[in-house]
């Protein structure tokens, strides 16, 4: 597989936190650089700025200094201005400081210093989607829909990215969560100790003999050999083949754009996946996909939404484009650029849209979003509704979206069962 230099990461789309690492908005980087330490400060050919409009940035930065009605911390006046600057050219690029950099980082490592809660805002308030497998939100036995009162006493409301914040900390420190459950009265109190939450952002479960379903929450850089190790299950949980695998992408806002090529190469035995046009060498580029099916060719369905963005649109265009899945759901969300973070040298990074992606077909979808084959009414089930855990009716039974799905999984199957029989006995099977 082609691919560039340098690890490229996308997150867009709906806000995914895991109680040490938010995501929120449209974020992007290149861990491959955000790993290394910053490069020093250097001049780069034909990008000084010009002196009229340095000497206008100090007379600006004069006159705040000396008549605005409040003293201004240097530091502070000087942040301002970098974050203006930066998130004038377009809604994606900004400057980030030092935790906002930490921030990005441990977004695509799969690994942070936590309680281990996946969290989302629904309906006004912030609710537990789910606890991480194995993690002190888990052994405590927080639920899947639980929602988010109070952390150390402080109210949460809405606020989901105070409630991440305050969820934050050192490993081994203590955390207090007061959460209110449908199908109990009052409050309930948690007192958690943080540690080190290895996180997994792949869940799969048998719907019925010979199909299965696989929901990935983004893309880190643990997600493909998550996505392997999954599929092996389904495998092992299904002798006699898979006829079939659901491929939900749902409310998943991307990750790591290398991780979501390789689950797309997962199913495609050849061609391309996605290209991007930029400026630089590092920003134009090809990947394509190496020879292998994890499921040897078993019908796909890749479930879409609003809430589908980035790495995800990557997957699900690459698959669609190739005639590999068919797509189920709602229009996607429709990022089509590539940001990269580049450390500063005084701490800090610049994240900078340094590229446009396309499909395998040549197509933007940035501001489109892609349309599925079959698009379902309605906003769909809330996605503290959809995982393991919540309520004793099987997914397919629960999610509308499910099982369209594994309907439409099924007739593939009959069709494809059909064209392998030699054209006599054609007219003999159903």
Do not use: C
């Amino acid at each position: 597989m082609a691919r560039p230099r340098t690890l490229v990461a996308l997150v867009a789309g709906a806000v995914l936190g895991f109680g040490g690492a938010l995501t929120g908005g449209v974020l992007a980087d290149r861990p491959g650089e955000a790993s290394l330490p910053a490069h020093p400060a250097r001049p780069v050919g034909g990008t000084a700025l010009p002196w009229q409009e340095a000497s206008l940035f100090a007379e600006v930065y004069e006159r705040i200094k000396r008549d605005y009605v409040d003293d201004v911390d240097d530091h502070a006046l000087m942040e301002k201005a970098l974050r203006g600057m930066v998130a004038a050219l377009d809604p994606h690029s900004a400057y980030l400081d030092s935790e906002e950099f930490e921030e990005i980082r441990l977004s695509t490592m799969g690994s942070y210093p936590g309680v281990g809660i996946e969290v989302g805002a629904e309906d006004g308030v912030v609710k537990v989607l789910r606890p991480i497998e194995g993690s002190p939100a888990q052994q405590a036995g927080l639920e899947p829909g639980d929602e988010l009162v109070r952390i150390d006493g402080n109210d949460i409301g809405a606020d989901l990215a105070g409630a991440i914040a305050r969820m934050r900390g050192a490993s081994g420190s203590l955390v207090k969560l007061t959460v209110r459950r449908d199908d109990t009265p009052g409050l309930i109190e948690y007192a958690l100790r943080r540690a080190q939450v290895e996180v997994h952002s792949v869940v799969q479960q048998s719907l019925e003999p010979g199909y299965g379903y696989l929901r990935i929450t983004s893309f880190s850089e643990t997600t493909p050999g998550d996505v392997g190790r999954a599929v092996a299950r389904i495998k092992r949980d299904n002798p006699s083949g898979i006829k079939g695998l659901v491929l939900d992408l749902r409310n998943n806002p991307g990750g790591v754009l290398e991780s979501g090529v390789a689950v797309a190469d997962d199913f495609l035995e050849r061609g391309v996946i996605v290209t991007a046009d930029g400026r630089t060498p590092e920003a134009r580029f090809r990947m394509d996909a190496s020879a292998g099916d994890l499921i040897d060719g078993a019908p796909l369905v890749v479930l879409v939404n609003g809430g589908s963005a980035s790495a995800s649109e990557i997957v699900a265009g690459a698959l669609k484009d190739h005639g590999r899945a068919l797509l189920i759901g709602r229009r996607t969300y429709g990022k089509g650029s590539v940001q990269t973070v580049m450390p500063l040298a005084r701490g800090g990074a610049v994240k900078l849209t340094t590229s446009r992606y396309f499909t395998p077909s040549g197509t933007s979808i940035h501001g489109k979003g892609i349309v599925p084959d079959i698009v379902q009414e309605g906003p769909g089930a809330p996605p503290a509704e959809l995982l393991a855990g919540r309520g004793s009716a099987p997914l397919a039974d629960r999610d509308t979206d499910v099982r369209v799905a594994l309907d439409t999984l099924k007739i593939r199957a009959a069709v494809a069962r059909r064209a392998a029989l030699p054209v006599a006995m054609r007219a003999l099977v159903p």
